[in-house]
């Protein structure tokens, strides 16, 4: 009787463990923003799913170069929930960064989601700042098909080191 009241009690908390070590399911497939409605919680309010098509879905322009003539050298094509309704509460984003040589994105920092840089053309120095007590920079250069990930809530950073035009996601 004691060891089934142990292997009970053994399997109790491991089946606890593995309950509270998961992501909690979407209680639905999507929730395609709906622009119209009078509440807003977490985003937008969910549009009703019979009205979503795949174009809420869809963002076109990524591929257009942007303007880096100001003082940065750099352009941030960033399409939100306003160009692309299903991204709403999702939780993630994807950008374009064009660079002039010479270009910078500033440190910033992205609290609730990690980032992943995509090189397409030219050289890219990148380059994140651990937290406390280190606040140690770890960095990389970059080429054309490297990919850097980016911690989340840590200060990011990128600089381009010659002609290119990297693309940049957020995830």
Request: with cysteine; glycine share 8%; charged share 15%.
């Amino acid at each position: 009787m004691a060891n089934l009241m142990l292997s009970l009690s053994l399997l109790a908390i491991t089946w606890s463990s593995l309950a509270l070590a998961h992501e909690p399911s979407p209680l639905q497939d999507f929730c395609v923003a709906d622009f119209n409605a009078p509440v807003r919680v977490n985003g937008f309010a969910c549009l009703d799913p019979k009205q979503v098509t795949s174009d809420h879905f869809l963002f076109r322009g990524l591929n257009i170069p942007g303007n880096t003539s100001n003082p940065l050298g750099a352009f941030i094509n960033r399409p939100t929930v306003l160009q692309i309704p299903g991204l709403n509460t999702l939780g993630i984003s994807t950008v374009r960064v064009d660079y002039r040589p010479g270009g910078v994105v500033p440190p910033h920092r992205h609290p609730r989601a990690s980032e992943i840089l995509t090189v397409l053309e030219g050289t890219v120095l990148v380059g994140f700042v651990t937290s406390d007590p280190e606040n140690r920079l770890i960095s990389k250069v970059l080429q054309k098909g490297d990919v850097f990930v980016f911690p989340s809530a840590l200060f990011t950073s990128s600089k381009t080191l010659g002609k290119g035009m990297p693309s940049q996601s957020h995830f």
